[in-house]
């Protein structure tokens, strides 16, 4: 008799533990806050102002931020635990690079911190983006984003079978081109370019001066937003009479890709329409 108590207490015991468990995967976080730039666009494009309770300060600042005009409509943090703790979260997305101290700091006062890498190529990017729908439940929303970007894909890849790559460079501030192993090279190849900077064997980033960039002769020089709209040496280089006489076409993207997921779809957009347009 007392055995079978005792599994009868056990299973209730276990069963109400499972039941708690349960129940706290499906709450919906309603104070959610952002110490990463790069997740704040996809909260600001995936779920209600309502539940967004802040988001990290730079996400305001249109040289680094595609939705900077929206998220100055929110409060905004620095990414401290003084802006973060006094507002008691419900979640607080975080990203590779935020301070893992902030990070143990706020488990230890019991916050719930949920830690999103960067997607390393287009392809992860479908995957970051359900997942981060999932952690801030909107997986539908996420789910239509992901088959959006998907789809860009699959047109880029069978848009690029009947065209000659356009060799160029792709161009960031201080005068440094992006080369193998990138999310950008490879949005640049597969939207119909050839990146010259993989012939100078050019992996990640690197500056390369105004004399090696027109030996190259490049037929296109890709800018993104925030290297146009700030003072750089890419934008003076572009500007240079030797490039000019060249016929250099400047393609410029709506947007940094510092942050890709959630303007990968729009950026791809661009560069296919641009390439349509060139006489190549």
Same mark, same amino acid.
């Given at each position: 008799?007392?055995?079978?108590?005792?599994?009868?207490?056990?299973?209730?015991?276990?069963?109400?533990?499972?039941?708690?468990?349960?129940?706290?995967?499906?709450?919906?976080?309603?104070?959610?806050?952002?110490?990463?730039?790069?997740?704040?666009?996809?909260?600001?494009?995936?779920?209600?102002?309502?539940?967004?309770?802040?988001?990290?300060?730079?996400?305001?600042?249109?040289?680094?931020?595609?939705?900077?005009?929206?998220?100055?409509?929110?409060?905004?943090?620095?990414?401290?635990?003084?802006?973060?703790?006094?507002?008691?979260?419900?979640?607080?997305?975080?990203?590779?690079?935020?301070?893992?101290?902030?990070?143990?700091?706020?488990?230890?006062?019991?916050?719930?911190?949920?830690?999103?890498?960067?997607?390393?190529?287009?392809?992860?990017?479908?995957?970051?983006?359900?997942?981060?729908?999932?952690?801030?439940?909107?997986?539908?929303? #996420?789910?239509?984003? &992901? $088959? /959006?970007?998907?789809?860009?894909? %699959?047109?880029?890849?069978?848009?690029? +079978?009947? *065209?000659?790559?356009?060799?160029?460079?792709?161009?960031?501030?201080?005068?440094?081109?992006?080369?193998?192993?990138?999310?950008?090279?490879?949005?640049?190849?597969?939207?119909?370019?050839?990146?010259?900077?993989?012939?100078?064997?050019?992996?990640?980033?690197?500056?390369?001066?105004?004399?090696?960039?027109?030996?190259?002769?490049?037929?296109?020089?890709?800018?993104?937003?925030?290297?146009?709209? #700030?003072?750089?040496? &890419? $934008? /003076?280089?572009?500007?240079?009479? %030797?490039?000019?006489?060249?016929?250099? +076409?400047? *393609?410029?993207?709506?947007?940094?890709?510092?942050?890709?997921?959630?303007?990968?779809?729009?950026?791809?957009?661009?560069?296919?329409?641009?390439?349509?347009?060139?006489?190549?």
């Amino acid at each position: 008799m007392r055995n079978i108590r005792f599994v009868l207490a056990f299973a209730l015991t276990f069963f109400s533990f499972i039941q708690a468990t349960c129940a706290e995967e499906v709450v919906t976080a309603q104070r959610i806050v952002s110490i990463n730039l790069c997740l704040d666009a996809l909260l600001i494009k995936l779920v209600e102002p309502a539940r967004v309770d802040s988001l990290y300060y730079l996400s305001a600042n249109p040289q680094f931020s595609s939705v900077a005009e929206q998220a100055k409509k929110y409060n905004l943090n620095r990414g401290l635990a003084e802006d973060i703790v006094p507002r008691n979260p419900d979640l607080v997305l975080a990203g590779t690079f935020t301070s893992s101290d902030l990070r143990a700091l706020l488990k230890q006062l019991n916050f719930r911190v949920e830690l999103l890498d960067l997607p390393r190529n287009l392809d992860d990017i479908s995957t970051h983006i359900r997942r981060f729908g999932d952690l801030v439940s909107r997986p539908a929303e #996420a789910e239509v984003m &992901a $088959q /959006e970007l998907e789809q860009k894909l %699959a047109q880029l890849d069978e848009a690029r +079978k009947t *065209i000659k790559p356009v060799p160029g460079f792709w161009y960031s501030s201080n005068g440094v081109v992006i080369g193998s192993d990138t999310v950008e090279n490879e949005l640049m190849t597969r939207a119909g370019f050839h990146n010259l900077a993989l012939d100078k064997n050019i992996v990640g980033f690197r500056q390369l001066d105004l004399e090696e960039l027109i030996l190259a002769q490049p037929k296109v020089i890709i800018l993104e937003a925030s290297d146009v709209q #700030a003072f750089s040496l &890419a $934008q /003076e280089y572009v500007e240079h009479p %030797a490039l000019r006489s060249n016929h250099v +076409k400047i *393609i410029r993207l709506p947007s940094t890709l510092s942050c890709v997921a959630p303007v990968a779809a729009d950026a791809i957009e661009s560069l296919m329409q641009q390439r349509k347009s060139l006489p190549y």
